[in-house]
């Protein structure tokens, strides 16, 4: 009878691909949600830069509004809010505030507002403000000219 050999691959333990059995799904469980984070991030991102394009034109809109001969704050309110009706309505801006000012040759449209977050952590809030200002078109009769 021959004595048989011990099998090598038995006599040194568990193989590599043993050993590192379930490495995937820890590595899963570590990086998933740090993609999740900072798509999230990324997405939250591209909303502020939207919702502060919207403000920016509402303000300015509301103030050429304002600007002309026949223009007036309500006009340029009736304007700024008529633009910013769609984000309102789709929950991208809250707390919406449009302030239009004409006086001493000055138009002064400023709009702010708070953007959706979209995860609503404590005391994380995206707020966007613009300001326009012009001057006002004002009709001077002829004989007044100089």
Same mark, same amino acid.
């Given at each position: 009878?021959?004595? +048989?050999?011990?099998?090598?691959?038995?006599? &040194?333990?568990?193989?590599?691909? !043993?050993?590192?059995? *379930?490495?995937?799904?820890?590595? #899963?469980?570590? @990086? #998933?949600?740090? #993609?999740?984070?900072?798509?999230?991030?990324?997405?939250?991102?591209? =909303?502020? #830069?939207?919702?502060? $394009?919207? %403000?920016?034109?509402?303000?300015?809109? !509301?103030? +050429?509004?304002?600007?002309?001969?026949? !223009?007036?704050?309500?006009?340029?309110?009736? @304007?700024?809010?008529?633009?910013?009706?769609?984000?309102? *309505? $789709?929950?991208?801006?809250?707390? @919406?505030? /449009?302030?239009?000012?004409?006086?001493?040759? =000055?138009?002064?449209?400023?709009?702010?507002?708070? %953007? +959706?977050? =979209?995860?609503? =952590?404590? !005391?994380?809030? /995206?707020?966007? $403000?613009?300001? $326009?200002?012009?001057?006002?078109?004002?009709?001077?009769?002829?004989?007044? &000219?100089?």
């Amino acid at each position: 009878m021959t004595a +048989r050999q011990p099998d090598p691959e038995k006599a &040194r333990g568990p193989t590599l691909a !043993g050993r590192e059995r *379930g490495t995937a799904t820890a590595s #899963f469980v570590i @990086v #998933f949600p740090l #993609f999740v984070f900072m798509f999230m991030a990324l997405v939250q991102w591209g =909303l502020y #830069f939207h919702a502060q $394009s919207q %403000v920016a034109a509402a303000a300015q809109d !509301g103030a +050429r509004a304002t600007q002309g001969v026949d !223009g007036s704050p309500e006009d340029g309110q009736a @304007v700024a809010e008529s633009l910013l009706e769609e984000a309102t *309505g $789709s929950g991208l801006l809250r707390d @919406v505030t /449009v302030e239009i000012t004409r006086g001493d040759g =000055l138009v002064r449209a400023q709009v702010d507002a708070d %953007v +959706r977050a =979209l995860v609503p =952590l404590p !005391g994380f809030e /995206v707020h966007v $403000s613009s300001v $326009s200002e012009g001057i006002a078109e004002e009709f001077v009769p002829e004989n007044e &000219r100089q």
